[in-house]
């Protein structure tokens, strides 16, 4: 057995519990930067276009920020894992910084669209350094203790993010929409800087850019079909098509040269192990269900139950406070017992069961039993938002914690851009469906242009085309969450079949007992 003096996890763990949380709370700020941000400028996009104009480009503000999280997402795990965790971090955080400033001094729209994607690589960056970070600072099995932090966060940015990014256009004006991380990514920095000290390493192995390039191709085409795909363009038409065999092809090459590269971006061994390939799938389908709701849940709620726009975060408070402290508990629990197995698949099946019920709203149901449902697909969420990393990072070598955390994060991200496409195409059909059913032309004339009205706009309308309206967008949520629990079946089958491997590290000790080794290399020195 390793002595505990020689392993400085246990020891940063264990016997400097104060400079971790100090570490920890740095991570957190710079994961609700990542977070944060795109929920504070959807609130801001309005006034941006009236002063910048470009409409027709409105899109491509936030699908160029994706587009660069999701492309360059693999390959700063990949950079952590050959260079070192701290200094790529903090190259992440300072790219993010830089990309904020010159958004928000963006003079057109051309300027703020390339500016954003420069915010997106930076972003990607982000979510992968915390989440391997903790992998490097904390054994597996103490994890679960901050699996809150991480659920809070979260829960943090989407009410908060509305609200903080009205205030801020309202009084500030929208450029301080990107300012504002300024002063927080500062704090990261210095925090980061002074507190963290991770082994710096020197590889001699060189980048892999043609797996880079041929992921990059293939993860931009992906998320082009999905942006693009029955918004832009029909979904059988040319360009779609083109993306799909374009993405298809570079994905096929990337697989193929995986095989053969010295040191691949993505090395395929990952997924050699069930549980990884099995947390990626969970993760996705995770990705999908999330942001969809968080989609359709304030849309359904201001337009049929008649809530307040500004108030749209507070209205998703039963889902996010339900899947915080759900989270909390499941961390708890597998911090104590070190089994995490009931979790997935509680977790999917409580998804199922809430999106089920989600479904079944309509014009008549009320504020209280929609908070019910919604608090059931929290529970669910709860049960996997942070037990799919751990076990993922849990199923691989030290080596690959960077390529492990980064993958599980560009799944989910996946998950997601498919979710709000294929579920936002659903309700779109089905809202121009049921508006010409119920309006006739006067319905297909005013959601020509967009199913989803503002409060403003939903004021201006005739008496029958808004009862046609709520009644539309009733029937375009009960089929996009009727959808959500089909696909969270997914979830619930791959959970089952899970394997439970020991967590790494120790649990609690008694009173007494001598602090209990890490089982994982020395990652960390002394804080």
């Known amino acids: 057995m390793t002595d505990t003096t020689d392993t400085p996890v246990a020891d940063a763990v264990g016997k400097k519990p104060k400079s971790v949380r100090v570490v920890l709370l740095a ?18 996009m309005p006034t941006i276009v009236g002063e910048l104009g470009g409409l027709e480009h409105l899109s491509w503000v936030v699908t160029a920020y994706t587009l660069a999280t999701a492309a360059s997402t693999p390959l700063w795990g990949k950079l952590g894992d050959m260079y070192g965790r701290k200094g790529t971090f903090l190259s992440s955080i300072v790219l993010f910084l830089i990309g904020s400033a010159l958004s928000g001094m963006a003079q057109n729209m051309g300027e703020l669209i390339g ?11 982000l979510m992968v350094g915390v989440m391997a970070i903790i992998g490097d600072l904390i054994p597996p099995r103490e994890r679960g203790k901050y699996q809150g932090m991480m659920a809070g966060v979260m829960a943090l940015a989407m009410i908060g993010g ?17 300012y504002i991380n300024l002063p927080l990514g500062a704090v990261a920095l210095v925090a980061v800087s002074a507190v963290l000290h991770l082994p710096k390493k020197r590889s001699k192995a060189r980048i892999d850019y043609l797996g880079a390039a041929l992921l ?20 059988s038409s040319a360009r779609i098509m083109e993306l799909i065999g374009i993405g298809v092809a570079a994905l096929v090459g990337f697989v193929f040269w995986q095989t053969r590269a010295a040191e691949p971006v993505l090395p395929l061994h990952i997924f050699r192990s069930l549980n990884f390939t099995l947390m990626s799938v969970i993760g996705f389908i995770t990705g999908f269900v999330m942001f969809g709701a968080t989609l359709f849940l304030p849309l359904y709620q201001q337009s049929v139950q008649g809530a307040s726009a500004t108030n749209s975060g507070l209205l998703l408070l039963p889902m996010l406070g ?32 809430g999106l089920y019920l989600l479904s079944t709203m309509d014009t008549g149901t009320s504020r209280l039993t929609s908070g019910v449902f919604m608090a059931v697909v929290g529970l669910g969420m709860g049960c996997l938002m942070q ?25 989910r991200t996946l998950g997601s851009s498919f979710g709000v496409a294929i579920m936002g195409a659903l309700f779109n059909h089905r809202v121009q469906d049921v508006m010409t059913e119920r309006a006739g032309a006067l319905g297909s004339k005013v959601t020509e242009q967009s199913a989803q009205l503002d409060a403003k706009s939903l004021e201006k309308l005739p008496v029958l085309a808004r009862e046609a309206y709520q009644h539309a967008v009733s029937a375009g949520t009960h089929s996009a969450f009727l959808l959500g629990a089909v696909v ?21 000790k008694e009173d007494g007992e001598p602090d209990a080794p890490a089982a994982q290399p020395p990652m960390v020195e002394a804080l």
């Open 216 to 235: 990059t191709v293939g993860i931009t085409a992906i998320v082009l079909v999905t942006t693009w795909g029955g918004t832009e363009y029909a979904w």
């Open 387 to 411: 037990i799919t990393m751990l076990v993922a990072q849990n199923s691989v070598e030290m080596r690959d914690m960077g390529v492990a955390s980064s993958s599980t994060t560009l799944f």
């Open 27 to 44: 991570l957190m700020i710079a994961m609700m930067l990542a977070m944060l941000d795109n929920m504070i400028i959807g609130t801001a």
């Open 322 to 353: 339900a899947m915080l402290v759900t989270s909390m508990v499941a961390g708890r629990v597998t911090t104590n017992t070190g089994r995490y197995k009931v979790f997935p698949i509680v977790g999917s099946a409580l998804m199922i069961v």
């Open 115 to 125: 500016f954003r994607a420069v915010q997106g690589l930076g972003a990607g960056g």
């Open 488 to 508: 969270a079946v997914v979830a619930l089958v791959a959970a089952v079949f899970v394997k439970e491997v020991p967590l790494k590290g120790a649990g609690p």
């Open 162 to 178: 509305p609200l903080v990014g009205g205030t801020i256009t309202d009084n500030w004006g929208w450029r301080w929409a990107f």
